[in-house]
């Protein structure tokens, strides 16, 4: 057993319990004892009721100094000689008692809290150990009220809850215990419910009335619960009290804290500004309280606000602000004071620890189950706004959002996070935090400070963000209703009316396109009345101009009397002389932007492309002093003039097939000029790689390799790195570098551009028609290239292949690509020509007559002035194919015009520039059209000699054979008819398996009822329709000639049996089923006509609408009859069948 525990010192709750003088005697005789020291500590520090030495009685006759004197130690020697002996007296539960009550003393909360858990704890294992209880609570409840007492101040108000809990808990078995019912009291204090908080404090008081701590703390309740009047006559009873004696430090903390609530309560009855001022009322009192107590930080606070708010001393204020902050984190007006004043001086990093040790303090939160309506929000708004600055914009949306925890009306806090999320890059969270923030869903009233434009200006950087380009320039638009010279807001606006016009081009919504780039210059007007030098808003002017070289057919439309105004807007014209030595583009051109020409397209092309140029060159200037901007501008710049190039220079070549290349050159020199400014720029790397491409391969292949090694995940780069070996014929490495732009982006389309160029180059077009047709799915609007190889390949495989599909299903792809082309490019006149093509494909021969129109005459005016080979023969072919679209129209008269002028054109191969097989084909199509269109305009004889001719200029090719005996058999001679018999014969014997001839054969015989030559056709047509390459009409032409040869041999019996034939060889063909329906009275063969022709339509399928409605039509069905008027309501067979079931 333990010497102390032998004693008994460790069964008391306090000192009290004991003799003193027992203790006195333990500390004298065992000096080196864990709890001796603890007790001597104690007993010294000035805490204890009784002092360490005893009082002597001094003898007479003894002089005084020959008594022993207490000495007192200082405050850090007890506490580190406490410390000692808590550490060797590790089971001693007095002394973990005593210490935790010396550091609530020092006010050292933290290390009261954990010393008091270790008591517990040591209590409580005691108890499992011995299995007994402590005989007293008094033990139990000494260390819980410590513990209680610590945690109302540590961490204030987080354990409030638990220090609130403990002192419920002793109050249920003592009532009357003091300590716990000034805990509860300044807990209720604290979470601002005085009246129950005067309530704890008054029957504290009523069990010490003379405690002058007790009795202010009530009266000050009584204050804040509005009786200032009452709390202020209380505490200036107290200030009489002698704990009030200024000579001890407790006395000092609590006289200080009493004159300051004194001068609170001053300030508060009378809030005139007369009063407030008044030098000899509240400010005297908390004068008087920093006198007394130079530490009393609550005291600063409010004279702060006495200089800020009525003395206008701004310098003392944040003196007092600063003092009362070093003093106590726990001054929330002085610290958000403090942070707001930094924040206008712009010391960021100043703002952020002050916020930081508010928040650090634990009092900007209300406890956990508190009844206090809110905290403090504006540490974690401060915070946040610091993040911000420093783009830490994950952690400035965690301290947002702990803002509108506490404050969920906090308009200016949702500003800040959606601003947040927006630089994060989550547009969507901010885009509904905007939202909220300007129009609540719920009843919530936002407390809005100031004006809110800026949040509709972040709402539409928002939807400028995500694409939704329209709501962006609404949102700038609203904005700038209220701020009309807003400049940021302004060139945001011009910079989203850009983005949305590259956008629509990229989509293909080219009339957009042209609209927004309208709209961008008049807000660029607007712009320059106030701020005609910002490098962004000539940069804009100038894509704006750009863009219609991208929409040429709306180069009518380009406002450039407007481009003109504001390029001599607040400017020396000769300053555009700038880089004029290089491309020709200088002040003159700004004079000639605004002039009549003779050639509107070309005229309007070159104006606009001169004056973005101009605009390029004006943003040069307007950054004279920022390097960066320099070489941007100049990076702007080149690729405007290499756009020129392109649109002015490429397509016009000289009559000498010399390329003029001033703009070119133009263009690489300003990318060289970038590149000295800013030489690790990877995209002016590359785009010098592309300009010298054709001027100088080395250069380009340098430049593409060190924009490769600064950035090498540019699939751009790689691509046109490709290109570059690609003009070099070298395949091999070509092909290397598009499979490793592919790899790095596989939606760049470019890339597969490339590969099926390498393909196609290699030999194979099937290879190289897949990339093409990759390349224009993934591909925008914008690539020309991409819609010209693939609608080239297309065509090009529809009329090599025999097994291309020729459904309108895919050629609406291509046919569509061309569309766009068009809007892009209107005078790409064999582009324009091959959309003709594919109209007439698709049955769209009134379009295609329109186009065909168009080109006629641009190519004769091409030919009347320059008399070229290649305008000739791009005039004879455009009459061909207008002759034969004429025709499809059945306007027989024009197509016949057409085709002889045709004709006419191409009447020798030396005076075009076709090869021999196109000058062959030509005149072959214009003659059968010829023949055709005076054929159904009855004049065999015309068309006689047409398809002779045709004939023997064909080779007595098949087709013209069976269109030659078509025209002899309808004039009806004998001797025609024997005629187009001997022609059929000799093309069958020398094309055996060409299905037209033998089947017009079979036709021509069963009219003569030949029955030899049925025969003999028989034979061949049942071998001709087990072939596979036959495609569903040639099929359904070979089936209905064997029909008619069976009726005319056998009758309906070997018809029907023919037709058996034909289901069994083709079971899921719907014209055999249709055909067996019609000899027999059973329902089964309609209904499986019906079943195989759903199979058949598109996309399973070519079977049209018209053959799915006479299926439907032949089941006899109400229902079915119904679809069928549904699919083809001009079909009669659907109305028939209706008829006879309602009659049925």
């Given at each position: 057993m333990s010497l102390p525990l032998a004693l008994r010192l460790d069964g008391a709750a306090d000192l009290q319990d004991f003799d003193i003088g027992v203790v006195r005697e333990f500390i004298e005789f065992f000096p080196e004892n864990g709890l001796s020291k603890v007790l001597k500590g104690y007993l010294s520090s000035g805490i204890s009721q009784f002092p360490l030495k005893a009082p002597q009685v001094v003898q007479e006759g003894q002089e005084n100094g020959g008594a022993e004197k207490d000495v007192p130690l200082r405050p850090e020697d007890c506490l580190f000689l406490m410390a000692d002996g808590v550490g060797e007296a590790k089971d001693s539960v007095l002394a973990h008692r005593l210490m935790g009550e010396y550091y609530l003393f020092l006010e050292e909360y933290e290390s009261a809290v954990e010393i008091a858990r270790k008591g517990l704890k040591f209590v409580a294992s005691q108890t499992q150990k011995t299995g007994l209880k402590f005989q007293s609570r008094r033990i139990l409840d000494a260390f819980n009220s410590t513990l209680a007492t610590s945690l109302i101040h540590y961490q204030t108000p987080k354990n409030h809850p638990e220090a609130k809990e403990i002192f419920q808990e002793i109050l249920k078995r003592r009532p009357t215990f003091t300590p716990a019912l000034i805990g509860i009291g300044l807990i209720l204090e604290e979470e601002e419910e005085y009246v129950e908080a005067i309530d704890f404090l008054e029957r504290a008081l009523v069990h010490d009335v003379s405690n002058a701590r007790i009795g202010a703390e009530a009266a000050w309740c009584q204050a804040l619960s509005g009786d200032y009047a009452t709390g202020l006559q209380r505490l200036e009873e107290y200030l009489e009290y002698p704990q009030m004696d200024s000579a001890d430090l407790r006395g000092r903390e609590l006289k200080a804290q009493t004159l300051y609530r004194i001068g609170i309560c001053l300030w508060e009855l009378d809030p005139s500004r007369s009063a407030r001022k008044d030098r000899h009322r509240a400010y005297s009192k908390f004068l008087a309280a920093i006198k007394v107590n130079v530490i009393f930080a609550p005291a600063y606070t409010s004279l702060g606000i006495f200089y800020a708010d009525y003395a206008k001393d701004k310098k003392r204020a944040r003196q007092c602000f600063q003092k009362a902050f070093e003093l106590s984190t726990s001054e929330i007006e002085a610290a958000e004071r403090l942070a707001r004043y930094f924040a206008d001086q712009g010391e960021w990093d100043i703002v952020e620890v002050i916020a930081q040790r508010v928040v650090d303090s634990g009092k900007v939160r209300p406890a956990p189950g508190s009844k206090k309506k809110k905290g403090v929000s504006w540490p974690f708004s401060a915070l946040g706004v610091v993040q911000m600055n420093k783009q830490e914009y994950p952690k400035s949306i965690v301290s947002f959002l702990s803002a509108l925890r506490i404050s969920p009306d906090d308009y200016h806090s949702y500003v800040g996070l959606g601003e947040s999320y927006h630089n994060s890059g989550r547009y969507n969270s901010a885009a509904r935090t905007f939202r909220y923030a300007e129009n609540p869903t719920d009843t919530m009233q936002m407390k809005k400070t100031g004006e809110s434009w800026f949040t509709k200006y972040m709402l539409a950087n928002v939807n400028r963000e995500l694409g939704e380009y329209d709501e962006a320039v609404q949102g700038y638009q609203e904005v700038l209703e209220g701020r009309p010279k807003e400049f940021g807001v302004s060139i945001a606006l011009l910079q989203t009316l850009i983005e949305r016009a590259w956008r629509n081009v990229e989509t293909g919504f080219f009339g957009n396109a042209a609209d927004a780039a309208i709209q961008a210059i008049d807000v660029a007007i607007s712009v320059s009345e106030y701020k005609p030098n910002a490098f962004n808003l000539w940069k804009a002017i100038g894509d704006a101009a750009a863009m219609f070289s991208w929409i040429q057919s709306r180069l009518e439309d380009v406002p450039l009397a407007k481009i003109k105004r504001l390029l001599e807007t607040a400017i020396n014209l000769q300053e555009y002389d700038l880089f004029a030595d290089a491309d020709g583009i200088g002040p003159n051109q700004v004079g000639r932007l605004f002039s009549n020409a003779q050639s509107v397209q070309e005229s309007s092309l070159s104006r606009s492309l001169h004056a973005a140029i101009l605009a390029q060159k004006r943003s040069i200037i307007s950054c004279a002093h920022d390097i960066h901007a320099q070489a941007v501008a100049w990076y702007n710049l080149g690729w405007t003039e290499y756009r020129a190039h392109v649109c002015l220079e490429q397509s016009q070549e000289s009559g000498q097939g010399k390329t003029n290349t001033n703009f070119l050159r133009a263009s690489m020199k300003c990318f060289k000029r970038a590149i000295e400014l800013e030489a690790g720029n990877s995209e002016f790397w590359n785009s010098l790689g592309v300009v010298t491409t054709n001027m100088n391969p080395k250069v380009a292949q340098h430049?593409?390799?060190?924009?490769?090694?600064?950035?090498?995940?540019?699939?751009?780069?790689?691509?046109?790195?490709?290109?570059?070996?690609?003009?070099?014929?070298?395949?091999?490495?070509?092909?290397?570098?598009?499979?490793?732009?592919?790899?790095?982006?596989?939606?760049?389309?470019?890339?597969?551009?490339?590969?099926?160029?390498?393909?196609?180059?290699?030999?194979?077009?099937?290879?190289?028609?897949?990339?093409?047709?990759?390349?224009?799915?993934?591909?925008d609007s914008v690539s020309l290239i991409t819609k010209r190889l693939y609608a080239v390949s297309t065509f090009d495989h529809l009329i090599s292949s025999s097994s291309a599909s020729s459904s309108i299903i895919d050629l609406i792809q291509p046919l569509f690509s061309l569309q766009q082309l068009y809007f892009q490019k209107p005078m790409d006149i064999p582009y324009h020509h091959l959309a003709a093509l594919y109209l007439e494909r698709v049955g769209n021969h009134n379009a295609a007559i329109e186009g065909l129109v168009s080109l006629c005459s641009l190519a004769e005016t091409e030919y009347e002035e320059s008399e070229s080979q290649e305008a000739l023969s791009r005039f004879a072919q455009a009459k061909t194919d207008l002759a034969r679209n004429r025709l499809a129209v059945h306007d027989y008269a024009s197509a016949v015009e057409d085709a002889e002028t045709a004709l006419d054109l191409a009447s020798n191969p030396e005076s075009c520039s076709m090869s021999l097989e196109m000058f062959k084909k030509t005149r072959l199509s214009a003659r059968l059209t010829a023949g055709l269109s005076h054929y159904y305009l009855?004049?065999?004889?015309?068309?006689?000699?047409?398809?002779?001719?045709?004939?023997?200029?064909?080779?007595?090719?098949?087709?013209?054979?069976?269109?030659?005996?078509?025209?002899?058999?309808?004039?009806?001679?004998?001797?025609?008819?024997?005629?187009?018999?001997?022609?059929?014969?000799?093309?069958?014997?020398?094309?055996?398996?060409?299905?037209?001839?033998?089947?017009?054969?079979?036709?021509?015989?069963?009219?003569?009822?030949?029955?030899?030559?049925?025969?003999?056709?028989?034979?061949?047509?049942?071998?001709?329709?087990?072939?596979?390459?036959?495609?569903?009409?040639?099929?359904?032409?070979?089936?209905?000639?064997?029909?008619?040869?069976?009726?005319?041999?056998?009758?309906?019996?070997?018809?029907?049996?023919?037709?058996?034939?034909?289901?069994?060889?083709?079971?899921?063909?719907?014209?055999?089923?249709?055909?067996?329906?019609?000899?027999?009275?059973?329902?089964?063969?309609?209904?499986?006509?019906?079943?195989?022709?759903?199979?058949?339509?598109?996309?399973?399928?070519?079977?049209?609408?018209?053959?799915?409605?006479?299926?439907?039509?032949?089941?006899?069905?109400?229902?079915?009859?119904?679809?069928?008027?549904?699919?083809?309501?001009?079909?009669?067979?659907?109305?028939n069948a209706l008829a006879e079931s309602l009659e049925g």
């Open positions: 430049s593409f390799v060190r924009s490769i090694h600064l950035n090498e995940k540019s699939a751009r780069t790689w691509t046109n790195l490709g290109t570059l070996y690609l003009l070099q014929n070298d395949l091999e490495l070509a092909h290397t570098a598009f499979s490793r732009a592919q790899s790095t982006d596989p939606d760049y389309g470019q890339a597969w551009l490339g590969e099926g160029l390498v393909a196609l180059l290699w030999g194979d077009p099937m290879e190289a028609l897949s990339h093409f047709t990759h390349a224009f799915e993934i591909s009855n004049n065999m004889d015309a068309a006689l000699g047409a398809f002779r001719i045709a004939l023997e200029e064909s080779n007595s090719a098949p087709d013209v054979v069976c269109l030659l005996a078509e025209v002899l058999w309808a004039k009806g001679g004998e001797d025609e008819k024997n005629v187009a018999r001997e022609q059929l014969f000799e093309s069958v014997e020398k094309h055996p398996e060409h299905v037209g001839s033998v089947v017009l054969l079979g036709a021509m015989a069963a009219l003569d009822e030949d029955p030899d030559t049925m025969d003999a056709v028989k034979d061949d047509l049942q071998a001709l329709r087990t072939k596979s390459t036959l495609d569903a009409i040639q099929l359904a032409r070979v089936e209905k000639v064997l029909d008619s040869i069976a009726m005319m041999t056998g009758g309906v019996e070997e018809a029907e049996k023919e037709v058996k034939r034909t289901i069994v060889l083709s079971p899921s063909k719907a014209h055999g089923w249709a055909q067996l329906a019609d000899f027999s009275e059973d329902v089964f063969p309609a209904q499986m006509a019906l079943k195989t022709a759903e199979k058949a339509v598109p996309p399973l399928g070519p079977l049209s609408a018209v053959n799915l409605a006479v299926a439907f039509a032949g089941t006899g069905s109400f229902g079915d009859a119904q679809r069928a008027i549904t699919l083809a309501p001009w079909v009669k067979a659907g109305w």
